[in-house]
């Protein structure tokens, strides 16, 4: 007698069929989904989390932000209490992070009530300028000279001057980690929040002029200050470009250095919108005359200028790529609860403090 014939093996399309994760639809008669069929259901993650005292603390507090963390207008700068940026940052390992919802599940509102609050966790999480922001924040040096041109630069009656003077404070005495990270922090594309975090970082409704005037006529304001002209001159060293390849005349970190030394004198520049990383001077080349073309020039060596626009790129690479490490979140959770201690808080004379509590800082400075 044969053998009987062995079975026909499935075909491969067939067998990748078959390993394929299955939607599960629900025909008319089916029950309304449970939990337990779910994967990572919000209120499953909820109850995970109420079960570690610091995630549920983090998020009862994080609920309690709504209002602080809702989408501002556009014209608004967007505010977010240090305290409810800390407590998404506290919640980025939970499982509460990806939990979803079902159309049809029991107890749908309780569910996305959950999901949203986390959905914005998750918002802050991303916002690289709000973590500068932060970083800037629980250092005593930096928090103090920010708030200095903050208020000087502030109000309907600011006067340009004084915000000037304490932006060129500012970005001579804070440390170039956070200074350049405050005014070189990254930005999806899409985050016009962000964006506009990040291009009011200098005041421009006060540190800038409210008519633009002739380029011209600024550089010629700026040569008649000793160290404005210094600074101009500096910058079109260090940021000269060699090729239409972004390559400096120097070094990347100098003519970074150069255009932060530019803050706060007449020839500031500035970010042009929200949406991408064009710079700018507050000023036109209309009205130029015989000097079109050298106007033009001027304004050009900061818009279209590869070695400057390749510097900041290559900045802003750096900044996403350090908060990108895992060790980043309990480097900034040590940070946050050193500022709410001051027992805690490393010392200007302790310098090995910072070994464990501000990897973030020292790493930045090595670029």
């Not at 008649?224 to 000269?240: A, E, I, K, Y």
């Not at 200028?305 to 040590?334: G, Y």
Request: aromatic share 6%; net charge positive; charged share 20%.
């Amino acid at each position: 007698m044969g053998r009987p014939p062995s079975p026909r093996p499935l075909p491969p399309v067939f067998l990748m069929l078959l390993l394929l994760p299955s939607p599960l639809p629900l025909a008319t008669g089916d029950p309304l989904p449970t939990e337990s069929r779910l994967i990572n259901s919000c209120l499953q993650a909820r109850r995970k989390c109420q079960a570690d005292p610091t995630c549920s603390a983090a998020y009862h507090h994080l609920d309690s932000c709504t209002s602080n963390i809702s989408t501002p207008l556009p014209s608004e700068e967007p505010s977010v209490p240090e305290d409810c940026l800390e407590a998404a940052q506290q919640l980025r390992n939970s499982s509460l992070i990806g939990c979803a919802c079902h159309r049809r599940m029991k107890n749908q509102v309780a569910c996305l009530d959950i999901y949203w609050t986390v959905h914005r966790a998750r918002s802050l999480d991303s916002d690289l300028c709000l973590k500068f922001a932060m970083l800037c924040t629980l250092n005593d040096k930096c928090d103090r000279l920010r708030k200095a041109y903050g208020e000087a630069c502030s109000g309907p009656r600011c006067q340009r001057h004084v915000c000037l003077k304490q932006l060129l404070t500012f970005f001579e005495k804070a440390a170039e980690p956070h200074a350049q990270g405050l005014l070189l922090c990254p930005c999806a594309p899409t985050d016009r929040g962000c964006g506009e975090r990040r291009r009011n970082t200098i005041a421009p409704s006060c540190a800038l002029p409210p008519v633009a005037p002739n380029c011209l006529e600024l550089r010629s304001l700026c040569f008649s200050d000793p160290l404005c002209r210094s600074r101009l001159v500096d910058f079109q060293t260090h940021c000269h470009p060699m090729d239409i390849l972004g390559t400096c005349a120097t070094q990347q970190s100098r003519c970074l250095r150069a255009y932060l030394g530019l803050i706060g004198t007449a020839m500031t520049p500035n970010f042009v919108s929200n949406v991408n990383t064009s710079i700018a001077l507050s000023c036109t080349c209309r009205g130029s005359g015989n000097l079109q073309e050298e106007c033009e020039q001027l304004e050009g060596f900061f818009s279209h200028n590869p070695c400057l626009t390749e510097a900041i790129a290559a900045k802003m690479r750096f900044h996403s790529q350090l908060f990108s490490q895992d060790w980043t979140d309990s480097t900034f959770a040590v940070m946050a609860h050193q500022n709410k201690n001051s027992a805690l808080r490393p010392q200007s004379w302790m310098p090995f403090l910072f070994s464990c509590t501000l990897p973030l800082i020292l790493l930045l400075s090595l670029w």
